[in-house]
């Protein structure tokens, strides 16, 4: 079965913000959309990367709780501040 590209969003995300976040001891993660965007190399993808991210099943996956949610809803300076479980 082909990974779906939300899969793939949040895969990355948990990898490169949330597990080494939680292995320097912080108690928050702040991501940027557009980071996101670039680290990804998606272009016109903003929709798809900030609905990932606000998604209960991206807390699910990551084992966090969105605690806030500044900036546009879905554009590149979204920057959600997640709280490490």
């Known amino acids: 079965m082909k990974e779906l590209l939300a899969d ?6 948990n990898e490169t913000r949330i597990i080494p976040a939680r292995a320097k001891g912080e108690k928050t993660v702040k991501i940027r959309a557009g980071d996101i965007r670039n680290g990804m190399s998606l272009q016109n993808k903003m929709p798809a990367i900030c609905g990932a991210l606000q998604a209960l099943k991206f807390e699910t996956y990551a084992n966090v709780k969105r605690i806030s949610i500044e900036g546009p809803g879905a554009g590149m300076n979204c920057v959600m501040t997640f709280e490490i479980l």
Not at 8 to 13: G, L
Request: with cysteine.
């Open 8 to 13: 793939k969003i949040r895969k990355y995300c």
